[in-house]
């Protein structure tokens, strides 16, 4: 069974270029989700979905950032304009529902903001 | 000056023995837990998960305790291989509304051949 896709699995940019993070949850799972890993801060939520309504962007760091979902089987995440401490591994993850069931993580992808 | 990063406990066993990794939970009105074991430039991966109707739940080579009392939860590895060296994190979930699920700093656990 195909887990959670991420592309592209690394990123290497200078500072000021946009970069736009993709994803392909599970099918059939209706809840998505963006987290940022880095040594300092571990991992963190940026922001959720629901049924492709975002539920809860608090975690999104700043205005540079936005999430997107389209339709179930896709969702996007944008840093514009990027700069060097967005560097981290982001990754997504889905799951059956919001609440009540494991999320299923995808590998990932490497930014790194020059 | 110099970055420092988050301090991971580590927990160093010898392979074939048993492999215990706590968790202290801050939420009293959580009742969902999960555990996850991530590899290195891996995503966290699904492990076991229990709810708080359970105290003790089993699966293969892995049992996860659940003592609601003093909020802890522990993740017990038989027979530990050395395939089981990574960083193990549990989360908590309160299911009763849109509650994100939170996770803890993790654990690192090596194996010794």
């Known amino acids: 069974d195909a887990g959670v896709i991420q592309s592209p699995r690394h990123e290497v940019t200078e500072m000021g270029q946009e970069v736009t993070l993709r994803c392909k949850p599970i099918?059939?799972?209706?809840?998505l989700f963006w987290y940022r890993q880095t040594m300092m801060r571990g991992l963190e939520l940026l922001i959720y979905?629901?049924?492709?309504?975002?539920?809860?962007d608090s975690g999104m760091p700043e205005d540079r950032f936005s999430a997107k979902m389209p339709n179930a089987s896709f969702s996007t995440l944008k840093i514009q304009p990027s700069e060097p401490r967005d560097s981290a591994v982001y990754f997504c993850?889905?799951?059956?529902?919001?609440?009540?069931?494991?999320?299923?993580f995808g590998d990932g992808t490497r930014l790194s903001i020059l | 000056g110099e970055s420092v990063g988050l301090h991971l406990p580590t927990l160093s066993v010898q392979e074939g023995d048993n492999s215990i990794i706590n968790c202290a939970y801050s939420?009293?009105?959580?009742?969902?837990f999960i555990w996850y074991k991530q590899e290195s430039g891996k995503g966290p991966q699904f492990i076991i998960d229990i709810r708080s109707n359970m105290d003790k739940r089993q699966g293969q080579r892995v049992t996860v305790l659940l003592n609601k009392t003093v909020k802890h939860l522990s993740l017990q590895i038989a027979a530990t291989q050395p395939g089981d060296s990574a960083v193990y994190f549990c989360a908590e979930n309160w299911s009763g509304g849109y509650q994100k699920v939170t996770f803890g700093t993790g654990t690192k656990l090596q194996v010794i051949p």
């Open positions: 939420n009293s009105a959580s009742d969902y």
């Open positions: 099918s059939g799972h209706n809840s």
């Open positions: 979905f629901n049924n492709n309504v975002p539920i809860d």
């Open positions: 993850a889905s799951s059956l529902s919001i609440v009540g069931q494991p999320q299923h």
